[in-house]
């Protein structure tokens, strides 16, 4: 049986690789390191551990995962990078560690698509079937929720929350976090309505939707202060259950949202 680890692959004897694991040539997987079932790494690959990762994973060339966060703070603390299953990983990505100043964790969870050149910096947390288009970067402690999508070249400054069923636009800069459903985009980004067409996509009713309209409408529209906005929608979420999503990332944000 032909060998799945190519000759010329550097790998620590204390990584721990499922015998169905593929690793493509030139790639270095360090001490600490665990990869499951059906992962296939490509060629010149560095990944560095603490790191995990879960199955059916596929790691384009010239990634670096699990390498040391960009933080000064950083001591040699042994944190971790957890990433799940069914993720493309393409060209040039680097994840980094979490730091002990957060949870000492930064985790990827499953099936999110994220092109060349993505930036995840230490303790981020990205949900599940999200996508991240090329050179699109998240500064410390972000959290992207799941089916967000950021369009190529976003930014997103530490700590902000990202929600669900987002998209944002080419090249916005993200200062504040952005609510589920909302499109966003500029520099700073700011609110451009819904992400209609990605909640058809994804099976939402008609109905459903338009309900969603009204609720950006409420927080964006009608003048009210953002209390008043999460009393009012808080109401609307009673007939149509779609639009908790909105109120209870609304009850938890603490940078404010995008305007």
């Known amino acids: 049986m032909q060998s799945l680890i190519h000759p010329t692959a ?25 990869i ?12 560095e551990g603490p790191t995990t990762i879960g ?5 384009f060339q010239f990634s670096s995962l699990g390498a040391k966060p960009q933080d000064k703070k950083f001591k040699d603390e042994p944190t971790l ?6 993720n ?15 949870k000492g964790t930064t985790k990827i969870g499953d099936h999110n698509w994220i092109m060349a050149y993505v930036h995840i910096a230490h303790d981020c947390i990205v949900g599940n079937h999200t996508i991240m288009a090329n050179n699109s970067s998240l500064a410390g402690h972000v959290t992207i929720y799941d089916y967000a999508i950021l369009g190529g070249f976003t930014l997103v400054h530490q700590f902000c929350q990202i ?8 090249g916005s800069v993200v200062f504040k976090d952005i609510p589920p459903y909302v499109t ?8 451009h309505g819904i992400n209609a067409e990605g909640l058809k996509r994804r099976g939402y009713s008609a109905e459903a939707i338009q309900q969603i309209k009204r609720a950006y409408k409420v927080l964006y529209r009608q003048g009210l202060s953002f209390e008043e906005a999460k009393v009012a929608l808080a109401t609307m979420e009673q007939t149509c259950p779609e639009i908790g999503l909105m109120t209870r ?11």
Do not use: M, W
């Open 36 to 47: 499951d079932a059906g992962t296939k790494v490509g060629s010149h690959v560095v990944i």
């Open 88 to 102: 493309t990983i393409r060209e040039f990505c680097t994840f980094n560690r979490g730091t002990i100043q957060d």
């Open 184 to 191: 966003a985009a500029g520099y700073d980004a700011q609110p």
């Open 81 to 86: 990078l957890e990433i799940g299953d069914h």
């Open 249 to 259: 990332f609304l009850a938890q944000t603490t940078r404010g949202i995008v305007r």
């Open 55 to 59: 199955k059916h994973n596929e790691i």
């Open 10 to 34: 550097i790998i620590d004897p204390k990584a721990e690789l499922d015998s169905s694991v593929e690793v493509g040539p030139f790639t270095t997987i360090g001490a600490g390191v665990r």
């Open 163 to 170: 929600g669900e069923h987002i998209i944002t636009a080419v």
